[in-house]
């Protein structure tokens, strides 16, 4: 994952986008409810280590996301995954840190927006330290606050979200038109990237966009998020 939008206030419902930026080629699968130990939890799939970047628990309405940070780049052999992050995250929900030793694990940053907080943790593979967001709409990225992303477009959004304090279909649809009206470049600034290095490539390989409260998800996603019709939608409970 390499960029994160969610706009927050309490006791409504959360809006957020998720961007994953991963090696082209690396397989999974599309948002659904994939662990049968946390059954009412949906989210995309990671086949190569089972977990994932961005989950949704439907009866709390918390979501759950991580991203990579630069700091320490390759985890020591037996740590944990990244991926087991945003499962623990809406499983233990603030308390998450204290069911893991985060000893060897590759640097990350985890966002946890519930009904009642919005939360950000940074470990830069020595040190984790926790931040309460307040209401508004936040952005947070792979390279931190330096890498520019935010100062491009983080606007954009704050601009094209309601000012009702609620969210819904339209603000969903309003931040899918700012993501498919976005080039792809090979450039850390721009909200979709394509990064040709050597042999291989990396590249915003999904996107969706999460609109959540306790008992209800509703989901838009592509894998190929520059594309208008290549968007689909879902929501839970299903039937």
Known sequence: MCTVVVRWAARTPVLLLALRDELVGRDFDDPEQWWPEQPGVVGGRDRQAGGSWCVTDVASGATALVLNRPQRRVAEPMAPSRGVLPLLAVQRGPEWPSSLDLAGMASFAVVLAAPDHLL?????????????????????????????????????????????????????????????????????????????????????????????????????????????????????PQG
């Open 120 to 236: 950000l943790w940074e470990f830069d593979g020595a040190e984790l330290r926790s931040t309460v967001l307040a209401e508004g709409t936040h952005m947070v990225t792979s390279g931190g606050a330096e890498d520019g992303k935010a100062g491009r477009h983080l606007a954009a959004f704050i601009g094209s979200t309601s000012s009702t304090g609620t969210t819904g279909s339209a603000d969903a649809r309003r931040w899918q038109d700012l993501v498919t009206g976005s080039p792809v470049e090979d450039d850390r600034t721009a909200l979709l990237v394509r990064h040709p290095r050597g042999g291989s490539t990396f590249a915003t390989v999904f996107g969706q966009i999460i609109d959540a409260e306790p008992g209800h998800l509703s989901l838009r996603w592509s894998r190929e998020p520059q594309t208008p019709g290549a968007w689909v939608s879902r929501h839970w």
